[in-house]
């Protein structure tokens, strides 16, 4: 059975709410943060990457969301809630597969610039985050999930990005994402995860 290594309030939650979504069985393993907000010993024991989430699947021991979540699918689901090469929004999977990553970025690239707002770093940060809104706006005005009428992975991979304390979330200018998210968060399976490992959950006694 494959374990989720959940660090508090982070992208591991995702691989809970994938597991959930599959009705797969897992074993969830609580690590809190310390007082620096950091991850501790015991999480970056795990991974020589130092990220979180981190599955053991039977001794192998896997990180980046992305890689797991396809790794998942296809090695235990029969590739549900994926989308292969041969179907016409393959491309758009792809894309929105691999937005988060580019998100999670420009969010630590704002972080790092504090209260500036002008200046080339401030003005690179704002085009690219105004495109990426423009984008998800398009795409969730032409169907309901981001890569089109099925809801996949791609919806959980990028769904982080548009919570309220990530960058696109906290812009009122995006009401195609906020429907979108309003449909996301009454999913059973994210119901389910986030009440197990969502920002607000409280880890096990004893984690
Ligand atoms: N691209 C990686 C990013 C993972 C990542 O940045 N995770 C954060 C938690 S949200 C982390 O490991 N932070 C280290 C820490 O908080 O000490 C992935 O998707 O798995």
């Not at 074993?27 to 991850?39: F, Q």
């Amino acid at each position: 059975m494959l374990t989720i290594h959940h660090l508090g309030v982070s992208q591991s939650d995702r691989i809970v709410w994938l597991m959930e979504e599959l009705g797969l069985p897992y074993k969830l393993v609580w690590h809190r943060r310390g007082e620096d907000r950091l991850m501790q010993a015991d999480y970056l024991a795990l991974h020589p990457a130092a990220t979180a989430p981190v599955v053991d699947d039977d001794g192998r021991m896997l990180s980046e969301s992305t890689a797991i979540v396809e790794y998942i699918c296809h090695k235990y689901a029969g590739g549900r809630l994926t989308v292969g090469p041969g179907a016409p929004n393959y491309f758009d999977y792809l894309y929105w597969l691999q937005l988060n990553n580019n998100m999670m970025g420009l969010q630590f690239g704002r972080i790092g610039l504090g209260e500036q707002t002008d200046g080339w770093a401030a003005g690179l940060f704002q085009r690219r985050a105004d495109g990426y809104a423009r984008f998800v706006e398009q795409a969730l005005a032409a169907h309901p999930y981001l890569a089109g009428d099925e809801f996949t992975c791609a919806d959980i991979m990028s769904a982080y990005s548009f919570r309220p304390r990530a960058i696109l979330g906290a812009r009122d200018d995006m009401p195609n994402a906020r429907a979108y998210m309003a449909r996301i968060e009454a999913r059973p399976a994210y119901i389910r995860a986030m009440a197990l490992a969502g920002p607000e959950a409280q880890p096990p006694a004893g984690a």
